[in-house]
């Protein structure tokens, strides 16, 4: 498969991430996105390198294993099926999607790459990834949802760290390392807790403290 | 030497997680503190030119806040045994591991001479300091440390991207890792410039975020108002430096670039826009803690301003680094004294806390004071400085802008504070065993003290430290040539 056509299936995944009104769709389609752009370093012929190798397979172990094993057994505990539960309605949600991954070809393009970079379609789809995650993030209640905005966020960093991890291996690796870790082990710690004190993970409870 | 800074209160904080006793863990947080500012004040005794190549050392700018960051934290820690005290239903363990572990890795910060490993300590930072938000394990305390992890996990991540748009313009201009600053600096002029811009934006967002710079602050009047005044002064004063330090390599980095113009407007506008939000937000707040975050928020945009004006101005917005950390403490652990004699933290309650807690009282209300521009505090003599400099550099508008916003806030928070220390107590208050002690006090005293000598005289090493880290800040130097051995 080319890269190409690997990113523009993520771009498409960002799509269906938005419309989905069930939690565990969602918590389905991070995982195909987490695969999918695991899969692309080798795609790109980066698995020569074995660190990359490493990093590609933690990502795809850690994404399409871990953390949904993780939300999973959060929905279950708390017996949540289409809870989803949007700020903003899906149509909407849809077209800022659109909008922003179009704005995403514009900023890409004024960001010139290097000459021979063979993969145009890397720095916009990164930046649509990002956009997206960062919608979910805002547009969602359930904690979980917004775990899954995180996810697709780090997802876009990855994507841009496609472009350099040839060259600078640590700060890439690193980088998304730490990311993953982040979302998995503390937001699931607090996930919990949150769950232990509220018997719900829907953020609206956490609306106390306001001015 | 270096080793030892991020060394020690690492060890320190292993100690702190085994050791059964809570009376002898509490001891280990005062000692670890002076152990590391003796430490700090002995690697800035001796100077010598440290190798480009070198990752971990302390230039004049990073050793600058490393040692303002130490002396909060000594003065943090000689507080902590007395509070811990107070509060022997909680468990501390948590508590004292992950303050020590926020010490080791702001050493690991302000010694990193690569942006990733600067990105690596930051991030680490947000993870350790998200249990102390969570120190009173309820579901208020819950919330701002969901908001804390939420809000400032997507800020790390943006500063990530922000660095990897900065090493691609690098790449894409020749330069190839080990990307160190030093290295970053001398071949500014190669960097692509896109990609250098939006680096910067991201970076500015992204370590903005967790300086709560507004609008990005919306997680700091959670964080702090649950949170106990200690860590509320330790994150007002030391992790909000350690993201300001970050973000000033990469302002460091654009200046050096020759792309000081763009980067200065947006760190104008950023202080503008934040000292007007909380402006805002000051008037008619009737919770002090929160008061005190939107203050912090207030804080971080005169730091960002005066960068932004550079010159004096950004000599004296690093010397405010130090006026803000120091009277912030003051603020928080008095208020934290007074939330604990009242059991509240809102203005019904609380009134009159110059009768119940003269010497709190008396603190809190001479903190307030100093913030907000009283001389011969520290924060006059930086305030005044700043706003000077802007007029002098022909910063008309801004200059006038920035002391009308001053005086705004000085009448904004007067209403809270005036009502807190004074007011009259009114008759059916719970009243609580807490009494104030010399050691809930003492700390107190030191730091404000110390912000009072900082406003009339300010020795010649640090003045020196202060002048160097600002010729990198304002481009006048060779690129940070003179370094401290590690």
């Known amino acids: ?211 | 030497m270096a080793w030892y800074l991020i060394a020690l209160p690492l060890a320190a904080a292993l100690l702190a997680f085994v050791i059964p006793a809570p009376g002898l863990r509490a001891r280990l947080l005062p000692l670890t503190a002076v152990l590391h500012l003796i430490g700090v004040v002995f690697t800035l005794r001796h100077w010598h030119t440290l190798p480009a190549t070198a990752w971990l050392g302390l230039d004049a700018l990073g050793g600058w806040v490393l040692l303002v960051i130490s002396v909060l934290f000594c003065i943090c820690a000689f507080y902590a045994p007395a509070y811990l005290a107070l509060r022997p239903d909680r468990d501390h363990r948590i508590l004292s591991t992950s303050l020590l572990s926020f010490l080791g890795l702001a050493s690991l910060l302000a010694l990193s001479r690569h942006p990733g490993m600067v990105w690596v300590a930051m991030e680490t930072t947000t993870l350790v300091t998200a249990p102390l938000i969570y120190f009173n394990r309820n579901r208020r305390s819950l919330e701002a440390t969901w908001k804390y992890l939420v809000i400032g996990s997507v800020g790390i991540a943006l500063a990530l991207l922000g660095t990897m748009f900065i090493a691609y313009s690098a790449h894409m201009g020749g330069v190839e890792e080990p990307l160190h600053y030093t290295r970053l600096m001398a071949e500014a002029g190669h960097l692509s410039r896109p990609w250098l811009r939006a680096g910067f934006v991201l970076v500015l967002v992204g370590y903005g975020t967790k300086m709560g710079l507004a609008p990005m602050h919306t997680w700091k009047p959670d964080a702090y108002g649950e949170t106990p005044g200690l860590v509320g002064a330790l994150l007002a004063g030391g992790v909000t430096s350690c993201a300001f330090l970050a973000l000033l390599r990469i302002y460091a980095v654009m200046v050096a670039a020759g792309e000081a113009a763009f980067a200065r407007e947006l760190f104008v506008a950023f202080g503008m826009i934040s000292m007007t939000w909380a402006l805002v937000f000051m008037v008619r707040q009737t919770d002090f803690k929160r008061l005190l975050a939107y203050s912090s928020v207030e804080h971080m945009g005169i730091l960002v301003f005066g960068v932004g004006i550079g010159g004096t101005a950004a000599r004296f917005a690093l010397f405010h680094l130090a006026a803000n950390a120091l009277v912030k403490s003051v603020l928080f652990l008095s208020a934290g004294n007074i939330h604990r004699s009242y059991a509240s933290k809102q203005i019904p309650d609380v009134t009159g806390a110059i009768r119940r807690t003269p010497v709190s009282g008396w603190l809190f209300l001479l903190g307030f004071l100093a913030i907000t521009g009283l001389p011969p505090f520290a924060p006059f003599l930086s305030e005044f400085n700043i706003a000077a400099g802007a007029i002098g550099t022909g910063h008309f508008l801004a200059g006038f802008a920035f002391l009308l916003l001053l005086g705004g806030i000085f009448l904004a928070m007067s209403d809270t504070v005036l009502q807190v220390v004074f007011g009259t107590p009114s008759p059916q208050r719970v009243r609580t065993p807490y009494r104030d002690t010399l050691a809930t006090t003492a700390p107190l005293i030191v730091a404000l003290s110390l912000a009072l000598v900082l406003g009339l005289w300010l020795p010649r090493p640090l003045q020196a430290m202060l002048d160097k880290a600002t010729e990198l800040l304002n481009g006048t130097s060779q690129v940070a040539l003179v370094e401290v051995q590690p």
């Open chain 1, 1 to 211: 498969m080319s890269p190409d056509f690997l990113i523009a299936l993520t771009m498409l995944t960002n799509f269906a991430l938005v419309a989905t009104s069930r939690i565990n769709k969602a918590i389905q389609l991070a995982v195909v996105q987490g695969v999918l752009l695991g899969l692309v370093p080798l795609a790109m012929g980066l698995g020569r390198h074995v660190h990359i190798l490493v990093v590609a397979l933690a990502a795809v172990a850690v994404k399409g294993w871990l953390i949904p094993y993780l939300m999973r057994r959060a929905a279950r505990q708390l017996q949540i099926r289409r809870e989803v539960d949007p700020y903003i309605g899906f149509t909407v949600s849809l077209m800022l999607c659109a909008a922003g991954t179009g704005l995403s070809l514009l900023v890409a393009h004024s960001l010139p790459l290097k000459p021979g970079t063979p993969y145009p379609l890397l720095v916009p789809a990164a930046l649509a990834t990002l956009f997206t995650g960062f919608l979910i993030l805002v547009s969602r209640r359930k904690a979980l949802t917004q775990v899954v905005g995180y996810l697709v966020l780090e997802n876009g960093i990855y994507l841009f760290g496609l472009l350099l991890v040839e060259e600078m291996p640590v700060l890439v690796e690193t980088g998304i390392l730490l990311d993953l870790f982040v979302g998995v082990f503390v937001m699931g710690i607090v996930i919990n807790h949150i769950r232990v004190a509220f018997d719900s993970v829907d953020t609206r409870h956490l609306a106390e403290l306001k001015d």
